[in-house]
């Protein structure tokens, strides 16, 4: 069904509330809706109403298309000098001889190992380290660049930038433009969490607040580059905490434009010290993906990690505003299958991606980081021996 059709039929419905027409007419002609609407969204909207206004958000901007890409990760450590209470990766530095930390050489034969395949996104990210400063960061994205120049870096987060800034006594902009000159290209949307002070004193205390990671930001978007934006959601938040959090992101996507996506992530309760706090549904994890589209009206993209929340769900997720699935190609990343993910091998070929756009009547477009179009796939046919394998049932534990 079209969704103009849907929203007709939605809005002739004579049992819908006074407050949920009215956010679905605004929705409908394009305006922004407010902080106490969108709370409302998240106390009363039932999962087919925030579905209809969703997706005609998603089909107006992006039709069926479907992003994906070809990247793979580098995880430099799972070291940490923090200790959130959600984390299921790291371990405590004291602890050193349960975890690994990569030298710069090891890091960058991680590079070369991918040295002729068609990878347009190398994606670090990790623990926060001592020895892991400014001059380290800036040596290896020189060295990477220095490699292999056409391999878009998008690399650490606020988090491990406040920590190296601070160590190293120079201001964010001063930090950033380094990491500029060094060869960054953009910075991935981790370390948010929840920005509202009360919840993340209690879940990620001592690494950069919320103020500081939304400066960061700031910061880099002045220099004209580009990022993305997370929110961990389903722990101990309220909704109103994640609508701040939104509120945040909005607010300075209004004075910087300067994000590209933003990217829920739920909470996993495996291994961490959040182990008793249930997890939510998959319907609650639509209903976030569809109040996020809806919410964030100047962000172009929303993300769903396939790896995070499974393959079928991701499908599920492309009717509920969700217009790009991150396109891991192999197991280079342990951070979902350590926080209990439904993927504990999250590795997929172009191909499977592709067919599973396709089999949620979507269309594939394989972009690079900035989201120009690298292949249409919509047409596309794959020779005879690329044919799929099996998927891997997921094994837990
Ligand atoms: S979430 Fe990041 S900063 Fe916090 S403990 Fe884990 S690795 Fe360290």
Redesign the pocket.
């Known amino acids: 069904m079209n969704s103009e059709l849907s929203f007709n039929l939605l809005l002739a419905d004579q049992s819908l509330s006074a407050d949920l027409r009215a956010i679905a007419e605004k929705v409908r002609s394009g305006d922004r809706i407010s902080f106490d609407e969108c709370v409302l969204l998240y106390e009363k909207a039932e999962l087919g109403y925030l579905g209809i206004l969703a997706n005609s958000i998603r089909e107006k901007r992006h039709g069926d298309k479907t992003y994906f890409n070809r990247n793979f990760h580098i995880e430099p450590t799972?070291l940490?000098?923090?200790?959130?209470k959600?984390?299921s990766?790291?371990v405590l530095i004291k602890e050193r001889s349960d975890g690994w930390e990569y030298t710069m050489q090891e890091m960058l034969d991680i590079v070369k190992k991918y040295d002729g395949q068609p990878v347009t996104e190398v994606h670090i990210v990790?623990?926060?380290l001592p020895q892991y400063d400014v001059a380290f960061y800036s040596e290896l994205f020189t060295s990477i660049r220095k490699h292999r120049p056409d391999l878009h870096i998008k690399a650490l987060?606020p988090?491990e930038y406040h920590y190296i800034f601070k160590k190293a006594k120079i201001d964010y902009a001063t930090g950033m433009k380094m990491m500029k000159d060094a060869g960054l290209e953009s910075i991935p949307g981790?370390?948010a969490?929840i920005f509202h002070p009360d919840i993340r004193v209690q879940i990620?205390k001592d690494?950069c607040t919320g103020d500081q990671w939304l400066e960061i930001h700031e910061e880099w978007h002045k220099l004209g580059m580009r990022s993305n934006a997370t929110m961990l959601y389903g722990h101990i938040e309220e909704y109103w905490h994640r609508v701040d959090h939104m509120e945040k992101l909005r607010s300075l996507q209004d004075k910087t434009g300067g994000f590209q996506t933003f990217i829920p992530l739920k909470f996993r309760n495996q291994d961490n010290q959040m182990s008793d706090i249930p997890e939510v549904s998959v319907i609650e994890d639509l209903r976030n993906y569809a109040i996020a589209r809806i919410y964030l009206d100047n962000f172009e993209h929303i993300k769903a990690y396939w790896a995070m929340i499974s393959r079928s769900t991701a499908q599920l997720s492309l009717n509920f505003g969700v217009d790009d699935i991150d396109g891991t190609l192999d197991d280079t990343t342990k951070i979902y299958s350590m926080a209990g993910a439904e993927e504990q091998h999250p590795a997929m070929t172009t191909q499977e991606l592709v067919e599973l756009i396709k089999n949620a009547g979507r269309h594939p477009i394989e972009r690079d980081t900035l989201y120009n179009v690298i292949t249409d796939y919509q047409n596309h046919e794959f020779p005879q021996e690329e044919k799929p394998k099996f998927y891997k049932l997921p094994v837990l534990n």
């Open positions: 799972n940490c000098v923090y200790d959130c959600f984390c990766y790291s990790g623990g926060v987060t988090v981790g370390g969490e990620a690494k």
